[in-house]
Protein backbone atom coordinates (compact mmCIF):
# COMPACT_ATOMS: atom_id res chain seq x y z
CA UNK A 1 0.00 0.00 0.00
CA UNK A 2 1.26 3.38 -0.81
CA UNK A 3 -0.03 6.80 -0.70
CA UNK A 4 1.47 9.81 -2.38
CA UNK A 5 0.49 13.22 -1.08
CA UNK A 6 1.43 16.26 -2.97
CA UNK A 7 -0.01 19.98 -3.63
CA UNK A 8 1.64 21.62 -0.75
CA UNK A 9 3.67 25.10 -1.08
CA UNK A 10 3.42 28.93 0.37
CA UNK A 11 -0.35 30.18 0.65
CA UNK A 12 -1.53 33.74 1.18
CA UNK A 13 -3.97 34.30 3.10
CA UNK A 14 -7.31 34.44 1.98
CA UNK A 15 -6.02 31.98 -1.17
CA UNK A 16 -6.69 28.52 -1.96
CA UNK A 17 -4.75 25.51 -2.67
CA UNK A 18 -5.41 21.72 -3.86
CA UNK A 19 -3.76 18.43 -2.33
CA UNK A 20 -3.65 15.16 -4.05
CA UNK A 21 -3.49 11.76 -2.34
CA UNK A 22 -2.73 8.96 -4.76
CA UNK A 23 -3.57 5.79 -3.50
CA UNK A 24 -2.34 2.15 -4.67
CA UNK A 25 -2.52 -1.04 -3.38
CA UNK A 26 -6.25 -0.89 -1.63
CA UNK A 27 -9.58 -1.80 -3.35
CA UNK A 28 -11.83 -0.24 -1.32
CA UNK A 29 -10.86 2.29 1.32
CA UNK A 30 -11.18 5.32 3.65
CA UNK A 31 -9.50 8.24 3.03
CA UNK A 32 -8.97 10.79 5.92
CA UNK A 33 -7.10 13.97 5.95
CA UNK A 34 -5.08 15.17 8.84
CA UNK A 35 -2.55 17.94 9.76
CA UNK A 36 0.04 18.74 12.39
CA UNK A 37 0.59 22.14 13.17
CA UNK A 38 4.15 23.69 15.00
CA UNK A 39 3.62 22.40 18.66
CA UNK A 40 0.36 20.79 18.48
CA UNK A 41 -0.74 17.14 18.09
CA UNK A 42 -2.38 16.21 14.71
CA UNK A 43 -5.57 16.31 14.56
CA UNK A 44 -8.36 14.64 11.67
CA UNK A 45 -9.85 17.46 9.54
CA UNK A 46 -12.07 15.30 7.30
CA UNK A 47 -12.35 12.40 5.94
CA UNK A 48 -14.15 10.72 2.71
CA UNK A 49 -15.77 6.78 2.63
CA UNK A 50 -15.01 4.47 -0.22
CA UNK A 51 -18.28 4.02 -1.10
CA UNK A 52 -20.77 7.09 -1.87
CA UNK A 53 -18.85 9.93 -0.83
CA UNK A 54 -19.97 10.15 2.84
CA UNK A 55 -17.63 13.03 4.11
CA UNK A 56 -16.86 14.34 7.53
CA UNK A 57 -14.91 17.57 8.60
CA UNK A 58 -13.52 19.05 11.55
CA UNK A 59 -15.29 22.35 13.16
CA UNK A 60 -12.21 24.14 11.87
CA UNK A 61 -12.96 23.77 8.39
CA UNK A 62 -15.90 22.58 7.50
CA UNK A 63 -17.25 24.89 4.95
CA UNK A 64 -13.53 25.78 3.86
CA UNK A 65 -12.43 22.48 3.02
CA UNK A 66 -13.83 19.52 0.85
CA UNK A 67 -12.91 16.23 -0.07
CA UNK A 68 -13.22 14.51 -3.85
CA UNK A 69 -12.06 11.04 -4.98
CA UNK A 70 -11.63 10.18 -8.53
CA UNK A 71 -11.88 5.94 -7.79
CA UNK A 72 -11.21 5.64 -11.37
CA UNK A 73 -7.89 7.45 -10.93
CA UNK A 74 -7.52 6.29 -7.04
CA UNK A 75 -7.02 9.99 -6.26
CA UNK A 76 -8.76 11.51 -3.35
CA UNK A 77 -8.34 15.60 -3.62
CA UNK A 78 -8.51 17.88 -0.43
CA UNK A 79 -9.69 21.50 -1.40
CA UNK A 80 -9.12 24.44 0.66
CA UNK A 81 -10.24 28.05 0.66
CA UNK A 82 -9.95 30.70 2.62
CA UNK A 83 -6.90 30.07 4.62
CA UNK A 84 -5.15 31.68 7.53
CA UNK A 85 -2.30 31.42 9.44
CA UNK A 86 -3.52 28.68 11.35
CA UNK A 87 -4.08 26.43 8.75
CA UNK A 88 -0.33 26.19 8.31
CA UNK A 89 0.53 22.66 9.37
CA UNK A 90 2.41 19.36 7.16
CA UNK A 91 -0.78 17.78 5.70
CA UNK A 92 -1.03 13.76 5.80
CA UNK A 93 -3.67 11.32 3.80
CA UNK A 94 -4.56 8.08 5.63
CA UNK A 95 -6.28 5.33 4.60
CA UNK A 96 -8.28 2.35 5.92
CA UNK A 97 -9.42 -0.82 4.00
CA UNK A 98 -13.21 -1.29 4.68
CA UNK A 99 -15.34 -3.86 3.26
CA UNK A 100 -16.76 -2.68 0.03
CA UNK A 101 -20.03 -2.04 1.52
CA UNK A 102 -19.02 0.76 4.03
CA UNK A 103 -20.26 3.52 3.54
CA UNK A 104 -19.09 6.05 6.48
CA UNK A 105 -15.51 6.97 7.82
CA UNK A 106 -14.31 8.42 11.29
CA UNK A 107 -11.68 11.07 11.40
CA UNK A 108 -11.22 11.25 15.50
CA UNK A 109 -8.81 8.22 16.29
CA UNK A 110 -5.96 8.37 14.10
CA UNK A 111 -5.00 5.02 15.19
CA UNK A 112 -7.83 3.80 13.04
CA UNK A 113 -5.89 4.48 9.91
CA UNK A 114 -3.59 1.80 9.25
CA UNK A 115 -1.86 3.61 6.23
CA UNK A 116 -0.05 6.94 5.70
CA UNK A 117 1.26 9.27 2.99
CA UNK A 118 4.38 10.83 3.83
CA UNK A 119 2.89 14.38 4.45
CA UNK A 120 2.96 17.48 2.15
CA UNK A 121 3.70 21.48 4.00
CA UNK A 122 0.93 24.26 3.40
CA UNK A 123 2.46 27.35 4.75
CA UNK A 124 -0.18 30.28 4.68
CA UNK A 125 1.73 33.55 4.82
CA UNK A 126 1.80 36.91 3.04
Known amino acids: VQLQASGGGLVQPGGSVRLSCAAS??????IGWFRQAPGKEREGIGCISSKDGYEDYAASVKGRFSITRDNAKKIVYLYMHSLSPEDTAVYYC??????????????????????WGQGTLVTVSS
Open 25 to 30: GLTYYN
Open 94 to 115: AAQAVPEWWLECNRSNEHDWAY
